[in-house]
């Protein structure tokens, strides 16, 4: 079984401050991770994906995660805030075995104020 | 680009009517998929179909029918809607897993209102 818990339903950042958005999983086998972001009214768009080739992953719009097996952890951060990163993220892991489906978090809503 | 089309932004319906909520890929995708998705519980799977004529039970498929007779299409049936199913609903759809690794593409969601 794999799980994947968001802390913080609802994170607030200043435009230009640090964005950090903490992911933990558990799973039984090797996970495969993913961010993914909600804007309003809109459907999922991926960010990011951790493949297993390196731990720190780049993703769209200046987003980055890091990947420490040693903490399971997947933390989302940006380094400057944008008015236009409001929106909600997703914390997502998939297994290889199965059908390889998507177990998601709750999500957290990131509020960016000017 | 990948295109996942759903066929309602908004529904409403009402108590013990027959719900279909349809979706369509444009990228021959084998992998389909629907979830639902409510405030403070994230996306739960509800069912997915790896090929055509075929599914599979996710997290939550009590209520909830599906049918894939066409490989770009995949359908949720809500047999009798009931006022707990008043969700938004989101598609997906995904190729085949390369390596253990599938990016899956999220249609713009339906939301419906169940009375």
């Known amino acids: 079984a794999q799980s994947v818990t968001q802390l913080g339903s609802h994170v607030s950042v200043s435009e230009g401050a640090l964005v950090l958005l903490r992911c933990n999983y558990s799973s039984s086998v090797p996970p495969y991770l993913f961010w993914y972001v909600q804007y309003p009214n809109q459907g999922l768009q991926l960010l990011l994906k951790?493949?297993?080739?390196?731990?720190l992953v780049k993703g769209i719009n200046g987003f980055e995660a890091e990947f420490k097996k040693s903490e399971t952890s997947f933390h989302l951060t940006k380094p400057s805030a944008h008015m236009s990163d409001a929106a909600e993220y997703f914390c997502a892991v998939s297994s290889v075995t199965g059908y390889s489906t998507l177990t998601f978090g709750k999500g957290t809503m990131l509020l960016v104020s000017p | 680009d990948v295109k996942v089309t759903q066929s309602s932004r908004y529904l409403v319906k009402r108590t013990g009517e027959k719900v279909f909520l349809e979706c369509v890929q444009d990228m021959d995708h084998e992998n389909m998929f629907w979830y639902r998705q409510d405030p403070g519980l994230g996306l739960r799977l509800i069912y997915f179909s790896y090929d055509v004529k075929m599914k599979e039970k996710g997290d939550i498929p009590e209520g909830y029918s599906v049918s894939r007779e066409k490989k770009e299409r995949f359908s949720l049936i809500l047999e009798s809607a009931s006022t707990n199913q008043t969700s938004m609903y989101l598609c997906?759809?995904?190729?085949?897993?390369?390596?253990?690794?599938?990016?899956?593409?999220f249609g713009p969601g339906t939301r419906l209102l169940v009375l």
């Open positions: 997906a759809s995904s190729p085949p897993p390369t390596g253990g690794i599938e990016t899956q593409y």
């Open positions: 951790y493949t297993s080739a390196a731990t």
